[in-house]
């Protein structure tokens, strides 16, 4: 793994390099002009969010029923991923909505999930926070919670009616903008995956150092 | 053994709430309280705003409940009752069943208040449907208590364990009180639009199936310490 993250945050971090300026190079949309170039952050980081979820999810269900340090290590940072790049969904979201709709924040079903979804999350650091010994349980079950109702929360904006452009979007993107969109949608993969390299190895370096902790006192 | 074990474990819960009926007056107490303060928040020169009565219904319950919840479990805690109860040999899943029955039987009595309660204090056409409103609170009230139950009893060992327990619960189940507020407003008015209010009970169910399924699941490990 240590062997592969040099070359990996290089290329991540070559990609967001070149990122703006293959944007810049996409064709303008039609409708909306310069603001819909935010697309190319905003769906990427919603993508790299329910991945992280699903992550999230797997794992914690790994370290609850098999008792895995490991995979609760994975959960915690996936969790904490998830927070983040949700995050920032939430905050390139309202950018556009104010020079689409007018308004910074709708109470939409899309926007209103997301933001249900980032909480449940946030909840989850906290109950790692301030639970106490054996939180990682309880984190546990808020990811596999978590997890379970996502699909419900996507499915919800069918239901309801909704401003929020369709998902359906994606795949009918012309060449032009798709492959700006794609190479967006790697690199935020890319930097979600360095990211949760990252994030484990501080985990177990934490441990590492909390069981020293503990045979020195003895 | 299964069964024979939740209803054990319903009756002690009964039997010790019928000694000082705690829970359930504080409960009650509580979702009224609830009720009148939301009351004022929407009520605009003497009448209270268009379909507010479904959303201080579902609020009444979803707050009440969570104090429901916590102190059921509190109580477990005295001379660690819960430990003494996870020792026993019986199906772990049972005692969940059991909980959350105790639970479901709790918040319908305060739904047996509120509900006529905010029907007469907002002028809520609530019993036009009547099956289609009880058919609402009980997929909603399965849900709230499905999750609820579950985090309840795992945070008794929990340090802080008041605060996360609204902190953790409402995120996950907002889209429970979503669809229930969504499909009580759908019954008020001058004419029910009952297609919406089946669908949104359709959705609660599949939620219900969901959330009683995870914590079935997730119980057993989630109480082993």
Redesign the interface.
Known sequence: MRKVFGPLAALTGLMFVASPFIVARAPFESSMGIVSKIFYFHVPSWFAMFTAIAICGGASLIHLFRNNPRADRIAEAAGEIAVVFGLMGLVTGPLWGRKAWGVWWIWDAKLTIALLLEMTFISGIMVRKYGGPGSDKLAAAVGIFGLAVTPFVYEAVNIWRTIHPLTSVVPTLPQRMAVPFWFCVTAYMLLLVVLLMLRVNLGKRQAALDELYLAYED | MFFRTAWLVLKKDAAIEAKSWEVLTTTLFFAVSCVLIFAFAFVKEGRAVEDAAAGILWIAIAFSGTLALGRTFERERYSETLRALLLAPAPRAALYVGKLLGMLALLGLAELLLVPLIALLFQATLFARPLLLVALLAGGTIGFCA?GT??AA??V????RD??LP??L???I??VI?AGVRGTTALLGATPDEPTAI?WIG?LG??DV??VT?SLW?FE??MT?
């Open positions: 999750v579950l985090f795992m945070l060992r929990a340090r802080s605060v996360l902190i953790l409402y995120p996950i907002i889209p979503i669908m959705v599949a939620f969901v959330f995870l997730t490990p989630l310490e």
